[in-house]
T-cell receptor, first 112, second 113 residues
């Protein structure tokens, strides 16, 4: 299995609070991605990174920001959590754009 | 038209059965195709890449038809452990979409004794 960890694995928070999710990889892959998965929608791309300090928006980026200061870490921040951001969040990595992505174990976030 | 469409199922089959899933995609410029498997409350995992010439991995066979823009997955001799959701995945192509993947919503398979 690819060396990808996510933290925390579970989180319950209240509306309006900031939340940061962390993705850590030991594979030295250039590309990193944040997805959310919701019933009826499948996996949707939030943000992605193509290198240190190089990030771009995905299809559902509103309300989220990211940072990548080191190759191995990709942070996803919900500046002010809303109930619509209750979801399962997956981080993924790939060595080459458009090729196989390997996923972390996911973070289950509940916003009350 | 959705970028990637799959029959959501569920498919309920007995052990030993052969089952096939199809998936259609809308972007004719896409170059990379995959099938992923996702177990309940787990992360998606690569099952196999799909090549133009078709490819086989044990009981699993994947086919790509570029002209009709569909991908198939055939599972022979189904096992209980094959029960999962199967995700069809297509590379987006063109412009700012380069290098991103689009995931279908998945087809649920349940194999029963």
């Amino acid at each position: 299995d690819a060396g990808i960890t996510q933290s925390p694995r579970h989180k319950v928070t209240e509306t309006g609070t900031p939340v940061t999710l962390r993705c850590h990889q030991t594979e030295n892959h250039r590309y990193m991605y944040w997805y959310r998965q919701d019933p009826g929608h499948g996996l949707r791309l939030i943000h992605y990174s193509y290198g240190v300090k190089d990030t771009d928006k995905g299809e559902v980026s509103d309300g989220y920001s990211v940072s990548r200061s080191k190759t191995e870490d990709f942070l996803l921040t919900l500046e002010s959590a809303t109930s619509s951001q209750t979801s399962v969040y997956f981080c993924a990595i790939s060595e080459v754009a458009g090729e196989t992505q390997y996923f972390g174990p996911g973070t289950r976030l509940l916003v009350l | 038209r959705k970028e990637v469409e799959q029959d959501p199922g569920p498919f309920n089959v007995p052990e030993g059965a052969t089952v096939a899933f199809n998936c259609t995609y809308s972007n004719s410029a896409s170059q990379s195709f995959f099938w992923y498997r996702q177990d309940c409350r787990k992360e998606p995992k690569l099952l196999m890449s799909v090549y133009s010439s078709g490819n086989e991995d044990g009981r699993f066979t994947a086919q790509l038809n570029r002209a009709s823009q569909y991908i198939s997955l055939l599972i022979r001799d189904s096992k209980l452990s094959d029960s999962a959701t199967y995700l069809c995945v297509v590379e987006r192509a063109g412009g700012t979409s380069y290098g991103k993947l689009t995931f279908g919503q998945g087809t649920i398979l349940t194999v029963h004794p």
